[in-house]
C-alpha cells in the first residue's frame, strides 16, 4: 500500500521517521501458533478500538517457567499509524514480564516512536491509535491470568468511550500546549463520542470532566509563566543566569513533568541531589529509587535519556551523574 493511501499526503511530514519505517516495515508483524508455543503458554487476545474501528491481536508467547514474554507479534485491521503502535507495542513487550509488560501504557508507546524526545511521533488526530495497544495488553494479561481487565486499571479512565485516562489528556495538553476543549478532543478523542465527560449535563455524571481538567492545568500554565517572567526580569532568563534554588526548581519541573511518569510505570523514580557548577559544566546529581536502583540500564539508556532531556530543555552545559 502506497503511503499516501495508508495517509494524506499533506500529513505525511508531521509522522517521525520511526513511525513511517514502522508503516512500511513492521518488524513484530505475525502470528504465533499452538505448534511454535511447544511447552510455553500461548495468549492471544483480540482488542477493537471504538474511537476509529481500528483492532489489534496480539501473540504473547509466554515462559511459564518465569512468566517472561519470549516472542511478541500482532496482527492489525487498521490505519499506518495503528500498525507503527502496535508494532512497537509488540516490541516493547519482548522480554518483560506479564506484570511489567501490563506497565506498558500508550504513552510509553508514543513516546518510544519519536525521534526526537519532545516532538510527537504522529499529528494530533492520530495520537489515540497508540491507546488500542495499551488496552490489547492489558487484555492479554488478563487471559493469561484468568482475571477481567479492570483489574489493571492504574490510572483513572476520563474517558469511557474512547478509553483514554487522565495521565494521558494531561500529557498531552501540557506536551502540545493545548487551550480549549476541542483541541483535546481532536488530539485525544475522549470527549468525542457520548461526550458525557467534556462537562457536566451529560447522560452520565463524572467526578471529573475535561473541563476540569483543562481549567487546573491552564492555571498550572499561568502560574509557570508568571514565574517565567519574574525570572527574566531578574536576569537573561538562562539557566547560567540562575540562582541555586531556580535552577534545582528548574531541574525538578522537567524530572516530573518528562523524566518521572516513565520511571515509576516501571516501579521506579529519581531523586535530585544537588546541581554543582564545575568548570562551566553544571554537574546535576541524582539518585535512583525503587526498581531503577538495580536497572541494568540505570547508568546507560536510562542516564542519557535523563541528560539529553535537561539539556534540551534547559539549553546549557550539563552532566548527569549518579550519586
Known sequence: ????????????EEYSQEVQRRMDNPANMGEITQEEAGENRLVIADFGAESCGDAVRLYWLIDPKDERIIRSRFKSF??????????????????????EAVRITNIDV????????????VPGQKMHCSVMAYDVIKKAASIYKNVDMESFEEEFILCECARVTQETIQEVIRLNRLSTLEEI?????????????VRPGGHEAKDLYLADLLATLLEEREAQERSRK???????????????????KSVE??????IRPTLKADGGDVELVDIKEV??????????????????????????????????KLKAPLKVIVV
Open 1 to 12: 500500500m502506497a503511503r499516501n493511501d495508508l495517509i494524506g499526503g499533506a500529513l505525511w
Open 185 to 197: 478532543i481532536h488530539y485525544t478523542k475522549a470527549g468525542a463520542f457520548c461526550k458525557s465527560c
Open 279 to 312: 568548570d562551566e559544566v553544571f554537574e546535576v546529581l541524582i539518585k535512583y529509587r525503587g526498581e531503577c536502583m538495580s536497572c541494568s540500564m540505570n547508568t546507560t539508556t536510562t542516564l542519557a535519556g535523563i541528560e539529553d532531556m535537561l539539556r534540551f
Open 110 to 121: 508514543e513516546k518510544a516512536l519519536r525521534d526526537t524526545p519532545d516532538i510527537p511521533a
Open 230 to 248: 519574574i525570572i527574566e526580569a531578574k536576569g537573561d532568563g538562562s539557566f547560567e543566569s540562575m540562582g541555586l534554588v531556580q535552577k534545582i
Open 78 to 99: 487498521g490505519c499506518g499509524t495503528a500498525i507503527a503502535s502496535s508494532d512497537m507495542m509488540a516490541e516493547l513487550c519482548m522480554g518483560k514480564t506479564v506484570d
Open 253 to 258: 519541573s522537567i524530572l516530573e513533568e518528562y
